[in-house]
Structure formats: C-alpha cells, structure tokens
C-alpha cells in the first residue's frame, strides 16, 4: 500500500511540473520515463475532472436561475393580424389520444409552440398558466403545442403543476403555423383568423393580452336564437 501511495504521489508532483515547469520535461525524461509519462497525463488530466464536475454542479442552479431572469424580462406580445388558419395537423395527448385541431374551430384559440429543451418557452410558462386561469371562463382553447421531446413536455407540465392543456406535435405543420423561433403563439378568432403571432416569448397574463381575449369572445361570439 505504501508503494502505491508513494508512486500515485510520484506522478502527481511529475504532472505539476509538466505544467509548471516544462522546461524540465527533457530532464525528467532521462529518468523513469513510465512515471513521468503517467504524471503528466495525472497531472493535465486532474483539474480537467475537477472543472467538470464543477460545471455539473453548476449548471443546473444557474440554468433555473437564467430562467427566472428571463421571465422577469418579459414584456407584453404586440397585437398583430395575420391570415386565416390551417388546422390540418394533427397533435397526441399525454394519454397518447390523437386529437384533430380542426374541433377547435368555431371559438378562438390561444396556441403555442414550444419545446421543453428551449429555456425562452420555459421563462414564459407560468406567465402563460396565469393567462390560462384567469380566461377558464371563456369560451375558447388554449393549447401548449410541443414541437419536439412531447414525454417530456407532459413531464415537465405535470412536475410544475400546470393546467393549460398540454399536446404533442405529430408530423408537420402547414405553412401558415410555420414556427422559426420557438416559442411561437397564435391567436386565432371565432372565423378561424389569425388575429395574433408573437415570435419568442413573452408576458401572457399581461392585461393588454386578457383584454385582447375578452374582445375575442365578446365580438365573435356565435348569435344565439
């Protein structure tokens, strides 16, 4: 044992001189070239271990707290007008149902795109289950459309606690829900317009966004005999 723990100290102080003091290499290597040879590797290789499990240990405290900033950037989407929507696609639930988008025609729909890896989808979320809340008496969908890792989606939306309802992207959109930066929202009114598209994220429960709801379903609401 005390071999051992005499040649691992070898190697050590072999590879500290390697990098504190290659001038000595040459010297060094006239001696017990398999000591020097293994201190150098111990030596360079040590504090690359020793970085990355202080990267690992990091990264995670810093990816949420990045995420908390981000949210508190946000600001309210601007209310734009687009073209009429195309819901032939088709999305799954958690449960693994095939769910068709064209029954969300008739009311307006809130739809977003988004992908539980983006951390810009993740900042806006909570922002996005208050929207979601405070609109439940409306007549209208919400929909959280993962475009990608849909198991993970429906994890992450079940560990969070979130409410607004939550579908896995099954192949292509059509041109017209064509997402280049994710995340990316539609609103769509009672006539299936696209009354709204917000690239990248943003503060959903805003009053500015709940006002532009209740307009929705005031002006467009089907008449009633």
Same mark, same amino acid.
């Given at each position: 044992?005390?071999?051992?723990?005499?040649?691992?100290?070898?190697? !050590? =102080?072999?590879?500290?001189?390697?990098?504190?003091?290659?001038?000595?290499?040459?010297?060094? *290597?006239?001696?017990?070239?398999?000591? +020097?040879?293994?201190?150098?590797?111990?030596?360079?290789?040590?504090?690359?271990?020793?970085?990355?499990?202080?990267?690992?240990?990091?990264?995670?405290?810093?990816?949420?707290?990045?995420?908390?900033?981000?949210?508190?950037?946000?600001?309210?989407?601007?209310?734009?007008?687009?073209?009429?929507?195309?819901?032939?696609?088709? !999305?799954?639930?958690?449960?693994?149902?095939?769910?068709?988008?064209? @029954?969300?025609?008739?009311?307006?729909? +809130?739809?977003?795109?988004?992908?539980? =890896?983006?951390? /810009?989808?993740?900042?806006?979320?909570?922002? *996005?289950?208050?929207?979601?809340?405070?609109?439940?008496? *409306?007549? *209208?969908?919400?929909?959280?459309?993962? &475009?990608?890792?849909?198991?993970?989606? +429906?994890?992450?939306? &079940?560990?969070?606690?979130?409410?607004?309802?939550?579908?896995?992207?099954?192949?292509?959109?059509?041109?017209?829900?064509?997402?280049?930066?994710?995340? @990316?929202?539609?609103?769509?009114? /009672?006539?299936?317009?696209?009354? +709204?598209?917000?690239? =990248?994220?943003?503060?959903?429960?805003? %009053? %500015?966004? &709940?006002?532009?709801?209740?307009?929705?379903?005031?002006?467009?609401?089907?008449?009633?005999?």
């Amino acid at each position: 044992m005390h071999h051992r723990n005499s040649r691992y100290g070898t190697m !050590v =102080s072999t590879g500290l001189v390697c990098l504190i003091f290659p001038e000595r290499i040459l010297t060094l *290597m006239q001696g017990k070239k398999s000591v +020097f040879f293994a201190g150098c590797l111990t030596g360079f290789l040590t504090p690359m271990i020793i970085l990355g499990i202080a990267v690992a240990l990091m990264i995670g405290p810093y990816k949420s707290r990045m995420i908390d900033q981000m949210a508190e950037k946000l600001h309210a989407p601007a209310i734009t007008t687009g073209a009429t929507a195309d819901f032939n696609w088709t !999305v799954t639930t958690a449960d693994g149902e095939t769910l068709d988008p064209n @029954t969300w025609l008739g009311k307006p729909a +809130f739809i977003s795109f988004w992908d539980p =890896s983006c951390p /810009h989808c993740l900042a806006e979320l909570p922002s *996005m289950e208050s929207l979601y809340q405070q609109a439940r008496g *409306m007549d *209208m969908t919400f929909a959280a459309v993962a &475009l990608e890792n849909g198991d993970d989606a +429906f994890e992450y939306m &079940l560990e969070q606690g979130y409410q607004i309802p939550v579908y896995a992207l099954e192949g292509e959109l059509p041109p017209v829900f064509e997402v280049s930066t994710k995340p @990316t929202t539609f609103i769509v009114g /009672h006539n299936g317009s696209i009354v +709204f598209k917000q690239i =990248s994220s943003a503060k959903w429960d805003d %009053v %500015v966004v &709940l006002s532009l709801l209740q307009d929705l379903n005031i002006t467009e609401a089907p008449a009633t005999e």
